[in-house]
C-alpha cells in the first residue's frame, strides 16, 4: 500500500486555494492552517506528524513567519516563492498565474516546478505530485523569477490597458481584441523567433514616432519607449 504524505498547507491566498484543489483532484490527504481562521488548531500540534509543510504565503512574510513559529526549524519545509532562497528551507516554484480560477486537473499536472540545483527530486519533496521540475542554481532565481514577472505580469497590464481603452474611448467590448491575443499567443507558441510583427520588425520609425506622440500624457508612453530601446539594444 503506497504510504500517504502527512501534508500541512499554510496560508489562505490564490496559491493555498490552488494547491488544496490540486490535491483534491489527485486525492492526496493534507490539512491546512491559517491564522486567519480564528477557529484553526494548534499549529505546533498540526506540525507535528506533519512532512512535508508547504509555506504557501507572501514572499516577504515567510522569513519571518518561520521566526515567528520556531518550532517549525527543522522540519521538512517548502516554500512556493520564485525568487527566495532560504536555509533551511526548500524551494518548488510553480510556473503558473495564480488568478482566482481553478484550475482542472490536466490544467494543474502540466505546471512545471522549478527546484533548487541541490535540492531533492520533486518525487521526494512533494510526494505525488507528477509535474515536470527542472533546476536552477541559487545565484540565478532572482533572475529567473524577474523573467516570470516579464513574460506573465507586465503582459497583464498591457492587455488590461487593450481591454480598458477598447471599452472606454472605442465603445468596442474587450471581446473585440480576444481574437488578436489568441492570434498573438499561437504565433509564440508556433514559432517564438518568428512571432513579432509590426513597425520594430519592419523599421517602420515614422509609424513609431506617430504612436509616441499619441501616447502623449499616457503613463504607457514610457513603457512603449522602453520596449523600442529594448529592441534596438537586442537588434543594433
Not at 522569513?63 to 519545509?77: D, N, S, T
Not at 472606454?168 to 481574437?179: C, H, L
Request: charged share 15%; glycine share 6%; aromatic share 12%.
Amino acid at each position: 500500500m503506497r504510504q500517504v504524505p502527512a501534508y500541512l498547507l499554510l496560508g489562505s491566498g490564490r496559491v493555498a486555494r490552488h494547491f488544496q484543489r490540486y490535491f483534491d483532484l489527485l486525492q492526496i490527504p493534507y490539512k491546512t492552517w491559517s491564522r486567519r481562521d480564528p477557529q484553526a488548531p494548534s499549529l505546533e500540534a498540526l506540525s507535528e506528524t506533519a512532512s512535508p509543510i508547504l509555506l504557501l504565503l507572501s514572499d516577504p512574510a515567510i522569513a519571518g513567519f518561520i521566526e515567528e513559529y520556531p518550532f517549525l526549524q527543522g522540519k521538512k519545509l517548502v516554500h512556493f516563492s520564485g525568487s527566495l532562497s532560504l536555509p533551511g528551507v526548500y524551494a518548488a516554484h510553480p510556473l503558473m498565474s495564480a488568478a482566482a480560477g481553478l484550475l482542472d486537473l490536466a490544467g494543474y499536472q502540466k505546471i512545471p516546478f522549478f527546484l533548487a540545483k541541490d535540492s531533492p527530486d520533486l518525487a521526494e519533496l512533494l510526494p505525488g505530485l507528477p509535474n515536470p521540475s527542472y533546476r536552477l542554481p541559487p545565484q540565478e532565481r532572482a533572475y529567473y523569477h524577474a523573467l516570470c514577472v516579464l513574460s506573465g505580469n507586465f503582459t497583464v497590464l498591457l492587455w488590461q490597458k487593450i481591454f480598458q481603452e477598447f471599452e472606454a474611448r472605442f465603445q468596442v467590448p474587450k471581446e473585440g481584441a480576444y481574437p488578436y491575443l489568441q492570434q498573438v499567443l499561437g504565433n509564440l507558441m508556433e514559432n517564438p523567433q518568428q512571432a513579432l510583427t509590426g513597425p520594430l520588425v519592419r523599421k517602420d520609425h515614422s509609424a513609431i514616432a506617430a504612436h509616441l506622440a499619441a501616447l502623449e500624457n499616457d503613463p504607457f508612453q514610457g513603457v512603449y519607449q522602453a520596449f523600442v530601446d529594448a529592441y534596438r539594444r537586442l537588434t543594433p
